[in-house]
């Protein structure tokens, strides 16, 4: 069975960093791509980032600015995504995905909640 | 960047009525590859985004035959033949062939 298990998400002050880690299971996760999209409060989906099965090509949103960082490490099974200059726009619970393609969203987990406030 | 609309954007249906959801986007979704990567997710109350849907028309494992999805070029439509109570929830439609992919504002399915 397939598992997607996301962590890492908390409260953090506008400013801030946070590291978000998704742990997979039940598939080859060095097999497939794998995303972080996000869900604010009430509002709708928004893809954040890509990255390649062996790690080397990555994309990000644009509209981030450099401020997060799709990676992942293979031998663990780990996907994560690094979070600086948080802002109260980021609040969102942020998903890990996996996609049976580049861009497909096949499986999700359930999601971490991170809040920026002071 | 393509933007993703669907109409309506809330759906009160009977059950066991049909139910049709419209999703439109602002440029094609035929991929190099020939593929047109337009994804169908549903989200339920309280969980989270399941694909029903990918490449315009197939179906994912486990996902009822109630649910077809249709179309090409910019424009789509996800159609349920006979709402259950369990498909309450908001339906997304979702681009994979341009990046950034994008999902549709979102559609809230619930009984009258």
């Known amino acids: 069975e397939v598992q997607l298990v996301e962590s890492g998400g908390g409260l953090v002050q506008p400013g801030g960093s946070l590291r978000l880690s998704c742990a997979a299971s039940?598939?080859?996760?060095?097999?497939?791509?794998m995303s972080w999209v996000r869900q604010a409060p009430g509002k709708g989906l928004e893809w954040l980032a890509n990255i390649k099965q062996d790690g080397s090509e990555k994309y990000h949103l644009y509209s981030l600015k450099g401020r997060f960082t799709i990676s992942r490490d293979n031998a663990k099974n780990l996907l994560y995504l690094q979070m600086n200059s948080l802002r109260a726009e980021d609040t969102a619970v942020y998903y890990c995905?996996?996609?049976?393609?580049?861009?497909?969203?096949?499986?999700w987990g359930q999601g971490t909640l991170v809040t920026v406030s002071s | 960047d393509v933007v993703m609309t669907q109409s309506p954007l809330s759906l009160p249906v009977t059950l066991g009525q049909p139910a049709s959801i419209s999703c439109r986007s602002s440029q094609s979704l035929v991929y190099s590859d020939g593929n047109t990567h337009l994804n169908w997710f549903q989200q339920r109350p309280g969980q989270s985004p399941r694909r029903l849907i990918y490449?315009?028309?197939k179906r994912d494992s486990g996902v009822p035959d109630r649910f077809s999805g249709s179309g090409s070029g910019t424009e789509f439509t996800l159609k349920i033949s006979r709402v259950e109570a369990e498909d309450v929830g908001i339906y997304y439609c979702?681009?994979?062939?341009?990046?950034?992919?994008?999902f549709g504002p979102g559609t809230k399915v619930d009984i009258k």
């Open positions: 995905v996996r996609n049976s393609g580049v861009v497909a969203g096949d499986y």
């Open positions: 979702m681009q994979g062939s341009h990046w950034p992919p994008a």
């Open positions: 039940g598939f080859t996760f060095s097999g497939f791509w």
């Open positions: 490449k315009v028309s």
